[in-house]
C-alpha cells in the first residue's frame, strides 16, 4: 500500500564515519550486511525456484519481505550481492553505477569462494535486483538517478514475455510511477500505464492489472481529473483475485471519486471497506489518510462519527483537526467552523479534503437552524442571520 509515511523516530546514524571509525560498531555492522547478503541470495534461490517449478507463490513469498528488506539495504550489501551474482558484463557494470559510494572507513562484504564462475541470473533475478537498487535510490532520495534506473528497469521488464515475472514486473509498475509522482512528473508516465494495462489484461496478469489500474487512479486523482477516473473504474474490471492491499487502495480512490461526484453513501461503504482491507497492524498511513476522508464524508450524510474513532492511539493525533470540524459541525458553531478552517486550511488541502469541507458549512447552518427552530415557536429569516452571522436574510430563508 501506497500511503505517505513519515519516519519520526529519532535514530543514531550507523553509517556516519564517526561510527564507522569505531572497531566494534564496524563488525557489528559487517555482520549484519552479510546476514543481509545471505537473506538476499535466498530470495534468490527462493525467485528461481518460482522461475523453475513454475509456481508463483516463492516469488510471492520474496515479495511480501520488501517492507523488511529495504529496511536492511546499504551500499555494501547492494554491491556485495550483485557482484556475488552478475559474471564481468556490461549488464553488471551497469547495475554497480547505480549503487551509492562506500563510506570511509566501510569495509566490503567479502564474496564466498565459488565453485564455478556465475551465470548470468533469469530475468527474474534481474529484475528483482534492480527493483532493490530503485527502492534504495527512493529511500536515500536520489530522484535524479532514481528516474534513471527506472526507466532502465522497465525497458527490461517490457522486453520479457514471461508469466513467471508478472509478480515482480507489478511491483516494478508501482515505483516505477512512484518515481514519476515525486519528481512531479505524473502526467509523462500515464501513457505507459495505460500500454501494460492493456498488456496485462490480455495476458491475465491480476496482480499486474491491479496495480496499474491503481496506478492510473492515483494519476488522475493527482491532477483533480475525476471523470476520467470514473470513466477508467466503468470501463475496466478490478481483478477479485487481487491482494488486500491493492484492493484497499481501489476502494480508497473509489470512495474519492464517489465523495467528488456527491454519492456520498456510495463513498461511505468504499471506505469503509478500504478500511477493514488494510492491514490492521502496519500501513498506519493509509488509515489515517482514509479514515480523514471518512469522517468528512459521514459529516456530508449528515451523520456524526463515533467518538471511539478519534481515541484510536495510531491516529489520535492526526485525527485532531477532524475532531474539531466534528464538533463545529455538531454544534452548527458556524464562526467555530470557520476558525477551524482557517486553523488547519494547509492540512485539509494536502489532505485531499479542503473542497469536500466546505460543502460543509450548508450542513452547519442547518444544524444550527435546527436548534434554533427547537428553542423558538417564531423568529424571522432576518433575525436567523443575524445570530447565525450570514450576509443576509435571503441566505437564512433559502436554507
Same mark, same amino acid.
Not at 528488506?69 to 557482484?83: D, P, S, W
Not at 487502495?249 to 456520498?264: D, M, S
Given at each position: ?18 561510527? =564507522?571509525?569505531? &572497531? ?18 535466498? !530470495? ?12 508463483? #507463490? ?8 520488501? &517492507? ?19 559474471? =564481468? ?22 564474496? &564466498? ?7 548470468? @541470473? ?26 534513471? %534506473? ?21 511491483? %516494478? ?15 509523462? $508516465?500515464?501513457?505507459?500505464? !495505460? ?19 491503481? %496506478? ?5 486523482? !493527482? ?25 484497499? #487502495? ?25 478500511? #477493514? ?43 485532531? @483537526? ?38 460543509? #458549512?450548508?450542513? $452547519? ?35
Amino acid at each position: 500500500i501506497m500511503a505517505p509515511v513519515e519516519q519520526d523516530v529519532e535514530m543514531k546514524n550507523v553509517d556516519s564515519p564517526a561510527a =564507522a571509525s569505531d &572497531p566494534d560498531t564496524t563488525e557489528v555492522k559487517k555482520d549484519a550486511d552479510v546476514l543481509t547478503v545471505q537473506d538476499l541470495r535466498e !530470495h534468490v534461490r527462493q525467485i528461481d525456484k518460482a522461475v523453475s517449478s513454475k509456481e508463483p #507463490r516463492f516469488a510471492l513469498r520474496v515479495l511480501r519481505s520488501l &517492507p523488511g528488506t529495504r529496511r536492511k539495504l546499504n551500499g555494501n550489501v547492494l554491491r556485495a550481492i550483485i557482484n556475488q551474482l552478475y559474471p =564481468a558484463s556490461s549488464e553488471k557494470e551497469a547495475l554497480i553505477a547505480f549503487v551509492e559510494q562506500p563510506l570511509p572507513g566501510s569495509v566490503e562484504i567479502e564474496a &564466498p569462494r565459488a565453485r564455478s564462475a556465475a551465470k548470468v @541470473p533469469v530475468p527474474e533475478v534481474d529484475v528483482y535486483i534492480h527493483l532493490l537498487l530503485l527502492v534504495r535510490m527512493l529511500d536515500t532520495n536520489r530522484l535524479e538517478e532514481a528516474t534513471e %534506473c527506472s526507466q532502465q528497469l522497465i525497458s527490461k521488464v517490457t522486453a520479457q514475455n514471461r508469466r513467471t515475472l508478472d509478480l515482480i514486473a507489478a511491483k %516494478c509498475y508501482f515505483y516505477h510511477s512512484r518515481v514519476f509522482e515525486l519528481t512531479n512528473k505524473l502526467d509523462l $508516465v500515464r501513457g505507459l500505464l !495505460h500500454a501494460r494495462l492493456r498488456t496485462s489484461t490480455l495476458r491475465n496478469d491480476y496482480e499486474g492489472q491491479a496495480v496499474l489500474i491503481n %496506478c492510473l487512479l492515483r494519476n488522475y486523482l !493527482h491532477y483533480a481529473l475525476y471523470d476520467q477516473a470514473d470513466k477508467l473504474v466503468s470501463k475496466s474490471v478490478f481483478p477479485e483475485s487481487a491482494s488486500n492491499n491493492e484492493w484497499a #487502495r481501489f476502494l480508497y480512490y473509489l470512495g474519492r471519486i464517489k465523495a467528488a461526484r456527491l454519492e456520498y453513501s456510495d463513498a461511505h461503504k468504499h471506505l469503509v471497506q478500504a478500511l #477493514r482491507k488494510a492491514p490492521q497492524t502496519a500501513a498506519v498511513g493509509f488509515r489515517q489518510t482514509v479514515q480523514k476522508l471518512a469522517i468528512v464524508v459521514e459529516l456530508l450524510l449528515g451523520d456524526i462519527p463515533e467518538r471511539a474513532i478519534f481515541r484510536q492511539a495510531q491516529l489520535r493525533k492526526s485525527l485532531a @483537526p477532524y475532531f474539531q470540524l466534528t464538533q463545529a459541525v455538531r454544534l452548527g458553531n458556524l464562526q467555530r467552523f470557520g476558525e477551524v478552517l482557517e486553523n488547519f486550511g494547509p492540512q485539509f488541502r494536502s489532505d485531499h479534503t479542503f473542497t469536500l469541507i466546505l460543502r460543509l #458549512r450548508q450542513n $452547519v447552518i442547518k444544524t444550527a437552524i435546527r436548534s434554533i427552530g427547537l428553542s423558538y415557536s417564531r423568529i424571522s429569516p432576518k433575525d436567523i442571520a443575524r445570530k447565525l452571522g450570514l450576509d443576509s436574510a435571503e441566505d437564512a430563508e433559502f436554507i
